[in-house]
């Protein structure tokens, strides 16, 4: 005695169709994590003043460069309109986000996602297409590739132009590497930017920046024109500080009773012995308590 | 020679696949994240699928803050009216404008910049530990505190308000669509390079592990969420996400935890800030201090 066709292709399929089920379990119950959209930022730049590198484990080269640095630097022409690198770029007020991605036609898998804010336009990979080789061109935007960790989306950035890591002239070098990783809590996006550069920094540098989902956001245009030389800065300078000459260094530690040495920065900087140690050292008189008013 | 099923049977089996359908995705999700599931054999199943028991991600030992954001708000103890990028309300400046930090201490309210709101942004040293299989607790050295975040259930009602609340903590997060996710390609020379390469791992299958942490404190007493006054109410609410990761360049543990507190009455929106930890290899460095009003730890 046997089946026809029909019925033993029921009952096949009826088996597959249970193997299906046990097969595909939790797949359900999970979305994907959706990070497109618009993102209204809440941490804004920290504010920084010049003489400001509380926190950042800079080396000695790397505080030497940054002591040198003019705030009439971003007045040059070639300047004015320079972007900054893709995570401080993040950062820098109104860092308002939108985040994309592209879908390869064939597959369906993410291609890449797109992260556009005000000063800051990138891509991060997701086709496990390798980083470009060491000789190829280095910009502002990087390189990134992407990969999921759980619900995380870990990126990693190299081939960065020499940039800054705060406005007021804490140094990048073009060999940095920084890895990302982009939470979503809720409405709530949020990177940590582990930032790692040999020449300038002695450890990674860790800091992070929260968004808050805004779908009726609108990014403005970018309306920056560079002005013709001479018409800031006088023609045929650049405004910087000779190595011991920068007079206002000094003036941020003053305002906010800090050591000066203390808002040098510096690994030691970042630990919470170190508050035992301010105690110690010397802070200049206050001169002034304006500072409140002043937000980068 | 053919042989036909019954139309009772036929019936009876699509009535069965039919209840396969609704029931085996849900049961065999259910299986798939542990509820319900035995162990072999008759023992009984112990405490096997306690929070503790199952938790995805380890967050016990002892962690040291790593200060790099907002220094000067936290490593000194800001002046009284430095407000900035605290989204506080005419209400909530008007609290912060009149800080005093001798009254605090005369007032026995030297731990108001050390409750839960605030307590992550303190520098400081924790050291996180199961109290039961049910209770992560976090002890800290800056002002002494104990938190305790409490998995399952939620915040009992007419408690007495602490400084640190009642935390309702639970393992949250969705993992991505595996279908979409993608995976990101090695990198190429360069000081990563050499380090190995990063984000070139197996693609995740499944993304089997769930992402953070997340705890939501509440009833708690009034207290400061910067060391200078800046205040919240018994009416505040924090939300905050633990994630803990491997940095790739210096292979250091990492906890970072984002706090979300929101406050109708002093606070215009949410604040959000971040406090970065390093792990640390024992309590050697454990430096314990009291509750102090006009120090910044």
Redesign the interface.
């Known amino acids: 005695?046997?089946?026809?066709n029909t019925?033993r292709w029921?009952i096949q399929g009826?088996w597959f169709?249970?193997l299906l089920?046990?097969a595909?379990?939790?797949?359900?119950?999970?979305?994907?994590?959706d990070l497109t959209g618009e993102w209204s930022p809440?941490?804004?730049n920290?504010?920084r003043d010049v003489g400001?590198y509380?926190?950042?484990?800079l080396n000695e080269p790397g505080r030497l460069r940054a002591e040198a640095w003019h705030p009439e630097q971003f007045d040059l022409p070639e300047n004015i309109c320079r972007p900054h690198a893709f995570d401080i770029g993040l950062r820098v007020a109104p860092a308002q986000l939108y985040i994309s991605n592209e879908?390869d036609s064939a597959t369906?898998?993410?291609?890449d996602y797109h992260f556009h804010a005000y000063w800051s336009d990138f891509r991060?990979?997701?086709?496990?297409?390798?980083?470009?080789?060491?000789y190829a061109a280095h910009k502002f935007s990087g390189f990134?590739?992407?990969?999921?960790?759980?619900?995380?989306?870990?990126?990693?950035t190299?081939h960065l132009k020499e940039g800054f890591i705060t406005r007021t002239g804490a140094p990048l070098t073009e060999?940095?590497?920084v890895?990302t990783?982009v939470?979503r809590?809720g409405n709530?996006l949020?990177m940590?930017f582990?930032i790692?550069d040999?020449a300038y920094l002695t450890?990674?540098?860790?800091?992070?920046s929260?968004w808050?989902y805004d779908p009726q956001q609108v990014i403005p245009a970018f309306p920056c024109e560079p002005s013709p030389e001479g018409t800031i800065i006088p023609a045929g300078s650049v405004p910087n500080y000779l190595p011991g000459k920068n007079d206002i260094l000094t003036d941020f530690a003053k305002e906010?009773?800090?050591p000066p040495e203390?808002a040098l920065g510096g690994a030691e900087?970042?630990?919470?012995?170190?508050?035992k140690k301010?105690k110690t050292m010397k802070t200049l008189p206050r001169t002034t308590?304006t500072?409140?008013q002043r937000?980068g | 020679m053919k042989m036909r099923c019954p139309i009772s049977l036929v019936r009876a089996g699509r009535t069965f696949t039919f209840t396969l359908a609704l029931a085996l995705p849900g049961a065999a999700c259910l299986s798939a994240q542990g509820f319900g599931a035995r162990p072999q054999g008759d023992a009984p199943a112990p405490a096997a699928r306690t929070p503790r028991a199952v938790t995805p991600k380890d967050l016990t030992g002892y962690w040291e803050s790593i200060v790099t954001e907002y220094w000067r708000y936290r490593m000194i103890v800001p002046d009284k009216s430095d407000y900035v990028i605290v989204p506080l309300n005419a209400e909530g400046r008007k609290i912060a404008d009149a800080w005093d930090p001798a009254k605090d201490k005369a007032d026995g309210n030297e731990c108001k910049g050390y409750g839960a709101a605030a307590i992550m942004q303190v520098p400081g040293r924790l050291h996180i530990y199961w109290q039961d299989d049910n209770t992560l607790r976090i002890d800290t050295d800056s002002g002494t505190q104990t938190r305790l975040l409490h998995f399952g259930g939620s915040a009992p009602q007419g408690q007495a308000p602490t400084w640190q609340g009642y935390s309702v903590a639970s393992w949250d997060g969705i993992r991505p669509d595996t279908q979409r996710a993608g995976g990101g390609g090695p990198v190429v020379g360069g000081a990563a390079g050499a380090q190995g390469a990063i984000g070139s791992g197996p693609r995740q299958v499944g993304g089997a592990v769930p992402g953070y942490l997340k705890v939501v404190t509440t009833q708690m007493r009034p207290g400061y969420l910067r060391k200078n006054g800046v205040p919240y109410s018994d009416r505040a609410t924090v939300e905050e996400y633990f994630d803990r990761f491997v940095d790739p360049y210096s292979n250091e543990n990492w906890l970072v935890v984002t706090t979300v507190v929101t406050d109708p009455q002093y606070l215009l929106e949410p604040s959000i800030t971040h406090a970065h930890f390093k792990k640390i290899a024992d309590g050697s460095g454990w430096d314990p201090t009291p509750c102090r009003a006009d120090e910044a730890r």
């Not at chain 1, 005695?1 to 026809?4: N, P, Q």
């Not at chain 1, 991060?124 to 060491?134: F, K």
């Open positions: 005695m046997g089946l026809t019925g029921k009826f169709g249970v089920l046990l595909l379990p939790g797949r359900s119950l999970w979305a994907q994590v809440r941490i804004y920290d504010g400001d509380t926190g950042i484990p879908l369906q898998l993410i291609l991060i990979w997701m086709d496990g297409r390798p980083h470009p080789p060491d990134s590739t992407g990969h999921w960790e759980g619900s995380t989306l870990v990126f990693t190299d060999k940095a590497t890895t990783r939470n809590y709530v949020t940590v582990i790692n040999p450890e990674p540098y860790i800091r992070e929260s808050v906010y009773g800090i203390a900087t970042t630990h919470p012995d170190y508050i301010m308590t500072h409140f937000q």
